[in-house]
């Protein structure tokens, strides 16, 4: 079966760093997403992603974040400047058609310093 | 806006007891219900989905929850937990109001531990 991929599993930066986190979505998946999860908190949505653009963000989305579609298969996120509390489990799903079910990929851990 | 309410951060049972994980839901409009369960180290996996249709839904693994309006609940439920059970589940609601949004709310999580 077809699966969200994130790359890397586990990433480790310095407070102030950029850092960019790979999804690769199933391939003819049309909408994106960043989901968040802090350790031991609720499981957050980020950011969604259709037709090359953003279609909501939430308010922890801000300008420290961006998202992008380079090609026909990576989506990638972004932080800018990272914070001590940017560390969290994210999440990328995809979803084939609104009422499909949203597929999550195993999840990046990133840790600020 | 809508939330979900998990009872219980914690649940344990012995091998072979029913599971009941429970999930109350806020939402101004018809909403659209998940399960997810999360196994260590791994991503959110979709157990069941409640889309207004049928109010009792069965997922994998043997799995089933019952949406009950009136009392605003979907709580998850399993016969006999067998000990691969064993993983966090997250009840989550989307609101039913169509558009390009798909934002589903998240519960907290329950972390489910079943014992010999």
């Known amino acids: 079966e077809p699966e969200v991929t994130q790359t890397p599993s586990h990433q480790v930066t310095q407070m102030g760093q950029e850092v960019i986190l790979r999804c690769v979505p199933i391939?003819?998946?049309?909408?994106f997403y960043w989901y968040r999860q802090i350790l031991g908190q609720k499981v957050e949505f980020l950011v969604s992603?259709?037709?090359?653009?953003?279609?909501?963000k939430s308010e922890i989305f801000d300008d420290q974040f961006s998202v992008e579609r380079p090609d026909g298969s990576n989506f990638t996120l972004k932080i800018r400047s990272t914070k001590l509390e940017d560390s969290a489990m994210y999440f990328c799903a995809s979803l084939l058609v609104l009422n499909s079910p949203l597929h999550f990929g195993n999840g990046t851990r990133l840790t600020v310093t | 806006a809508q939330s979900v309410t998990q009872l219980g951060s914690h649940v344990s049972v012995s091998e072979g007891a029913l599971v009941l994980l429970r999930c109350n839901y806020s939402s101004s409009v018809p909403p659209y219900l998940f399960w997810y369960v999360q196994y260590p180290n791994q991503g959110l996996q979709l157990l069941l989905k409640?889309?207004?249709?049928?109010?009792l839904v069965k997922g994998i693994n043997g799995f089933e929850a019952e949406f009950k309006k009136s009392e605003t609940s979907f709580h998850l439920t399993k016969p006999s937990a067998h000990m691969s059970d064993a993983a966090e589940y997250f009840c989550a609601v989307r609101q039913n109001s169509g558009g390009s949004n798909y934002k589903l709310t998240f519960g907290k999580g329950t972390l489910l531990t079943v014992n010999p």
């Open positions: 409640y889309t207004s249709a049928a109010t």
């Open positions: 992603f259709y037709n090359n653009e953003i279609s909501e």
């Open positions: 391939s003819n998946h049309l909408y």
